[in-house]
């Protein structure tokens, strides 16, 4: 399985601003995704993210709000811009497991954001 | 269209107790299925996934669930449920690797 970490684990934004979420995965993986789950929701699929790609954002989520950077097989960030209050809520990012665990996700512990 | 229902949004239950979660699924052929478990402040932890064969599944913790085709259905069970177990619970199905469809939850509180 793929020990996952994110950066930072909480913070609380002012409106208008941007917050850059950075995901690290301790081995290379094809498939990241972004997900989000709003104060006492499910997750909800943001986008995914493909090393060497542009990220594939699901209905409702547009490039413009949520840049996403994919750098290498490692690594990841989601941005979060011009917040809204309506932005606040836990974003997690997820890799694919591949081999065994096809189809299987193993997430990141998320990053709790408040925006004023 | 795909989705995966979870019909209980709350459910609590004495330390003790046996523990039953619903998780119904609706997709043109069956889904890999999973169950996850979200702690107060934590992301979302594994606890156990059908692809194919024995339909009665076991996981970590002491969970097993089980694949009912004719219902639709890979309910999640506990024979004893421990304090610790409090918790919300996704159930989730996925088709392919990048469409994954997560339950609404069932948050899980157990009285001592």
């Known amino acids: 399985s793929a020990v996952i970490s994110q950066k930072p684990s909480r913070d609380i934004c002012q409106r208008g601003t941007s917050l850059t979420i950075q995901c690290q995965v301790d081995?290379?993986?094809?498939?990241m995704f972004w997900y989000r789950q709003q104060p006492g929701q499910s997750l909800t699929l943001i986008a995914t993210?493909?090393?060497?790609?542009?990220?594939?954002?699901e209905s409702g989520f547009v490039i413009d709000k949520f840049p996403i950077s994919r750098p290498n097989l490692t690594f990841s960030t989601l941005t979060v811009s011009n917040m809204s209050p309506e932005d606040s809520s836990i974003y997690l990012c997820?890799?694919?497991?591949?081999?065994?665990?096809?189809?299987?996700?193993?997430f990141g512990p998320g990053t709790r954001l408040t925006v004023l | 269209a795909q989705s995966v229902t979870q019909p209980d949004i709350h459910i609590t239950v004495s330390e003790g107790a046996s523990l039953e979660l619903r998780c119904n699924y609706s997709y043109g052929a069956t889904p890999y299925l999973f169950w996850y478990v979200q702690s107060p402040g934590q992301g979302l932890q594994l606890l156990l996934k059908?692809?194919?064969?024995?339909?009665l599944v076991q996981g970590i913790k002491g969970f097993e669930a089980e694949f009912k085709r004719s219902q639709s259905s890979f309910n999640l069970r506990k024979p004893s449920v421990h304090w610790s177990d409090a918790a919300e619970y996704f159930c989730a199905g996925a088709y392919n690797n990048n469409d994954m469809r997560f339950g609404a939850g069932t948050r899980l509180t157990v009285k001592p």
């Open positions: 997820s890799v694919e497991g591949g081999g065994a665990s096809k189809y299987e996700q193993f």
């Open positions: 081995s290379q993986v094809t498939m």
């Open positions: 059908y692809f194919s064969g024995d339909t």
């Open positions: 993210a493909n090393q060497g790609s542009e990220a594939t954002y």
